[in-house]
């Protein structure tokens, strides 16, 4: 039976990612930081119907012997790093932390593989934010890096060291460059399924307006559970590599809102309100991925439409919501 290490298990790829391993009959074994309120911890694995099929064991992208320690025990054959502070607008509020975790966490992870377990295939949740100031229309492997935000510093530094620790010391180490991913189990504060909670909210009485920062920014948006798939193909290859993996299609926020609210048989014009306080430092104005490479060498491509990810979020939340009113 293979075994997969996947930091980030609580979070919403790891969760996607820890129900396709285990149907493709993977033992299945998760990080987990330690929290006060261990009750709502596994909520997503939950909703998911697989919280009692992954073993979880306490550690930390910051505590490099916490790292040893489980790599030592669990013997991974692969090992995921998802784990991250992934939140770009959080990331201006504490950005040492950001550092820390999202950027030197990787290298500790690195290292745990390095030292332990060298022969473990590695998977590093690279982003497209790195690329924030775009350098090309269109983003492949080849585009340089150009960050806007702490969180895209660390998470190029955490890039780099993948690819430099697998030219260094020969480890089969890959990194996704993925655009952005979301799903109903997408964290509330990032746009999109903060605009779906939004669109039920409305549509249930419990809220007459959302409030949004800048509408005009664009982004390449994919369903999680395809961008997972792509993260297992890396890691099937023979040799290590980075992929970009992206749908190919940019769209606005303004766009996904009408998108959104017209699920609902709203109109977003008449409930979407801009607040300057919700406006970031520096902007990433475009984001528009080229996955040819994923697409000829490992056969992925994004099977779900925008539509249907935005009707299958809408949905979910109308009825999280319904059940929290009835
Ligand atoms: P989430 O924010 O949903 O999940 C982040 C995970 O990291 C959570 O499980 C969280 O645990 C865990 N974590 C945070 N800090 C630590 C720490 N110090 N030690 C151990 N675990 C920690 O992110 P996503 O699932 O959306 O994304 C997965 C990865 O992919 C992230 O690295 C993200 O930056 C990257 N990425 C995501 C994209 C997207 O569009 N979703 C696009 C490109 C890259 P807890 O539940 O306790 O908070
Ligand atoms: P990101 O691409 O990882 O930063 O993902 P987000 O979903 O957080 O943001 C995507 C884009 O939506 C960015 O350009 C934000 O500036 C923009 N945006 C506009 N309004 C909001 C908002 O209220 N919340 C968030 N999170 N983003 C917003």
């Not at 009750?39 to 997503?44: A, H, K, S, T, Y």
């Not at 924030?132 to 492997?141: A, F, K, P, T, W």
């Amino acid at each position: 039976m293979t075994t997969a290490l996947v930091t980030g298990i609580t979070g919403q790829d790891g969760g996607y990612l820890a129900q396709l391993l285990l149907a493709k009959g993977y033992r299945v074994v998760g990080l987990l930081r330690r929290s006060a309120s261990s009750d709502v911890i596994g909520e997503r694995l939950r909703w998911l119907g697989i919280l009692d099929k992954v073993e979880l064991i306490d550690g930390n992208l910051s505590d490099l012997s916490s790292l040893i320690r489980i790599i030592q025990d669990v013997a991974p054959d692969e090992v995921y790093n998802l784990a991250a502070q992934s939140f770009v607008a959080a990331s201006w509020q504490q950005p040492l932390l950001t550092g820390a975790v999202t950027g030197l966490g990787a290298a500790n992870v690195l290292e745990a593989v390095r030292i332990i377990r060298p022969q473990a295939r590695f998977y590093q949740a690279s982003s497209s934010e790195m690329y924030g100031l775009i350098q090309s229309e269109i983003q492949n492997e080849r585009t340089p890096f150009y960050p806007r935000s702490p969180y895209a510093c660390a998470k190029l530094y955490a890039h780099t060291m993948t690819v430099n620790y697998r030219e260094s010391f020969g480890l089969h180490a890959s990194s996704g460059i993925l655009f952005n991913h979301e799903s109903p189990l997408r964290g509330i504060e990032f746009v999109t399924r903060k605009i779906t909670d939004g669109v039920a909210r409305i549509k249930l009485g419990l809220a007459e307006e959302l409030q949004l920062g800048n509408l005009e920014a664009r982004r390449d948006w994919g369903h999680a559970r395809d961008y997972v798939r792509a993260m297992w193909l890396m890691l099937q290859q023979d040799q290590p590599d980075d992929y970009v993996v992206a749908t190919g299609r940019t769209t606005t926020i303004r766009e996904f809102c009408r998108i959104a609210f017209a699920c609902a048989g709203l109109e977003a014009e008449r409930h979407v309100r801009t607040s300057t306080t919700l406006m970031r430092p520096a902007e990433v104005d475009v984001l528009h991925g080229d996955a040819t490479k994923a697409r000829e060498r490992l056969g992925w491509q994004a099977e779900v439409s925008l539509e249907d990810l935005a009707a299958e979020m809408v949905e979910a939340d109308l009825a999280r919501h319904r059940r929290r009113v009835s």
